[in-house]
């Protein structure tokens, strides 16, 4: 099964206007991370925002958030104000507990959405 | 800070020959860099995690004689595809985890374009 799903392969935004990217996990752990990466034509991941399942509150980080719905398994990305420059492959992961030994801090990755704001 | 860098940025070879790509984490010590491969409009796929001064842990279906990874200092890991083929052709990034970060935050290479041919 997959831990960590993105069911949405490609979104289309209008310019300045806000945009939600979906993402759904599965985890026993009660302590688990969540990560946004996003990845632009040149294939650099660069990092967005970070939850972590102890959080209290939504995860903001200029103009992203983190609608987290614990309940729900969910960890949905939302970009307000888009701008062009945010065309790009975005990815969910998840980091599940302490694992222990070498595979300490190892993420999971969605399959990713396609990002495309038209002018 | 934190800064990851790959080399070769892009690489082509013949059928056969085997292919190095280093890591280097520039500005911090990493006990643990990852290993994955991308392929076009996919997701990242962890093919290995390496430690260190010890073995690398290899996921499930990866052919560890295949990719051999070796982590010889703190602030390098290199990856070499072995008789490379066509299939191999692929994206390859690698991260590092520095300390002190959360668990998980990993900082990501550019990564290396390798195709054969």
């Known amino acids: 099964a997959q831990k960590i799903t993105q069911t949405q392969p490609g979104m289309f935004v209008q310019e300045k206007e806000a945009v939600t990217l979906d993402c759904t996990y599965d985890t026993s752990d009660p302590s688990y991370g969540l990560f946004w990466y996003k990845q632009p034509s040149s294939g650099e991941m660069i990092f967005l925002i970070y939850q972590g399942s102890y959080d209290q509150q939504n995860a903001t980080e200029g103009r992203y958030s983190l609608n987290f719905q614990k309940a729900r398994k969910s960890a949905n990305l939302v970009i307000s104000a888009s701008q062009l420059g945010d065309s790009a492959m975005y990815f969910c992961a998840m980091r599940e507990g302490y694992a222990g030994g070498t595979s300490y801090g190892k993420l999971t990755f969605g399959q990713g959405t396609i990002l495309t704001v038209h002018p | 800070g934190a800064v990851v860098s790959q080399h070769p940025s892009r690489v082509i070879c013949k059928s056969g020959t085997s292919v190095k790509i280093e890591c280097r984490s520039l500005d911090f010590q990493a006990t643990t860099m990852f290993w994955y491969r991308q392929f076009p409009k996919q997701s990242l796929m962890l093919m290995a995690t390496?430690?260190?001064?010890?073995?690398?842990?290899?996921e499930q279906g990866v052919e560890k004689d295949k990719f051999l990874i070796n982590h010889a200092s703190l602030t390098l890991s290199t990856l070499t595809v072995t008789s490379a083929h066509p299939e191999d052709s692929s994206f390859y990034i690698c991260?590092?985890?520095?300390?002190?970060?959360?668990?998980?935050?990993?900082?990501f290479g550019p990564g290396t374009r390798l195709t054969v041919l």
């Open positions: 390496s430690n260190e001064g010890s073995k690398a842990t290899y």
């Open positions: 991260s590092a985890a520095p300390p002190g970060r959360r668990i998980g935050e990993q900082f």
